[in-house]
DNA sequence: ACGCAGCAGATTGTTGACAACTATAGGAGC
DNA sequence: GCTCCTATAGTTGTCAACAATCTGCTGCGT
């Protein structure tokens, strides 16, 4: 791992709206803030402890990320995903993925080999632990660090903010449960072929693993206009 | 073409941060603000006639898109973009547009041929014309053309934020000059490509476009470092 | 009973002023 | 002459109050 130069950064070099921006993408990534749900400006600005001014930039901040929906003198709420939506995600993120992964490979593959194994780790352990939420977690993590392995600032920002879009659909769905088993054992190929410069396998791997997330995901969603009539 | 139902949309839906960060961002397109310009915030609000509250979102939303660096208690600045940004902008460009090409040749070809085929027409003439900017205009709206066919909000988002970079690179050079000829070729070639549904020569001419692209505007960027010390 | 005008409450959009911080220019001290 | 300190000007960061707008309800008229 990379040395920890945490302590020597300025303290306060974020602005504030960064800061409100991130935990607000947090809590709505996982699930505080189930999709719909209107943000109240007062409210959130009261909790978070600043004023609306800051508050309001950093939901600006959001707006252009695509996690919230913005109506004029009505208010902001969380954008809600469809299964359109789910499909899109994922084919960015197989764009995204299969670009970063084929930068890696022509780069330093063992350093990203071994980033990808510590995720791995944390995988398993999650997996043994039962604990579904550390594996989401993990898995985030492990697609983090391909795509951050890459060196690219744009599809590492890229990354990050289709990432936070899956784990909203996964806690909306309240845990939809994929294999622990089979999903280890995809990763680990997605591990191994960039360890042997394998692209081929990769992209396959890759593209599989989002279609059954794909599948995996809109059969567990309610469905869209969910009325029975014949229409 | 599509029906132009603008009449029919409510007239101020979009916030005033949105139509804000939309001016500033097609001003640093143009070149109106070059890299590393600071953005006064009282200079701006007084010239586009509104607080520095609605301007300071929009600065904000730009930042988020990664054409404005926020430096706190000293200033917004046009982001500087070096050899390894124009890499990186092309980069991921290649990645979006090959994932929406390959989308569009499993869609509607013939309709998104007819649109590139008028984008086309607009670099014919632009060409003939001699006028560079209007050519630049004009590729723009190629590739832009060729991801909204795709029809995924994501990619179309993203290459809009790339585009912008591109524009971006290109003002600050000055009008690069790139053989008219042969870049009205390669976009023929491109169109073919996705009318007769022949994905491998799509991303072959896709990806010799690009890196061309890249090797043009690298080589004539002022250096990085440019001191001619012995270091 | 049904529909619609008008009102009250709450929320967002905007503004101007105040506080905090940075950068620069000038002068005192060595 | 050079360095360091200080005052000052100009910038950004933050806040609380004001204006505009939407929503839901009440009461009247048909």
Known sequence: MALDMSELEPVSRRSTA???ADRIRTAIMRGTFPPGTQLGEVEL???LGVSRGPLREAMQRLVAEGLLRSERHRGLFVRELDADDVRDVYIAR???ERAAALLVLAG???AAAARLT???GAMEAAARAGDAVALADADHDFHAELVAASGSPRLRRMTDALLVETRMCLAALQETAPPAPDLLAEHQTLR???RDGDAHRFV???EAHMTDAVTRIVAAMPVAGGDLTGA
Do not use: C, P, Q
């Open 18 to 20: 960064e800061i409100v």
């Open 45 to 47: 600005a009261g909790r």
């Open 94 to 96: 197989t764009a995204v």
């Open 108 to 110: 330093d593959r063992g």
């Open 118 to 120: 510590g995720a791995l």
């Open 192 to 194: 191994d072929a960039v």
């Open 204 to 206: 396959t791997t890759l």
